[in-house]
């Protein structure tokens, strides 16, 4: 799977709501760190917070 590959299922993952999906691709140990002052914004740490912070 090319890079390309990978960011498309990305986004067509979160753009679905698919976390079963995100979870095979991001790594089980994840901090996200997502900039600004809005739901979103803070460190997410570990694949359950940031497939629920990416499928909100």
Do not use: E
């Not at 753009?15 to 809005?38: E, F, V």
């Amino acid at each position: 799977m090319s890079l390309i590959d990978i960011a498309k299922s990305y986004i067509h993952a979160v753009q679905t709501g698919d976390q079963a999906a995100l979870g095979r691709l991001l790594a089980p140990d994840i901090i996200w760190h997502q900039p600004g002052q809005n739901r979103f914004s803070g460190t997410h740490q570990g694949l359950p917070a940031a497939v629920t912070r990416c499928a909100a």
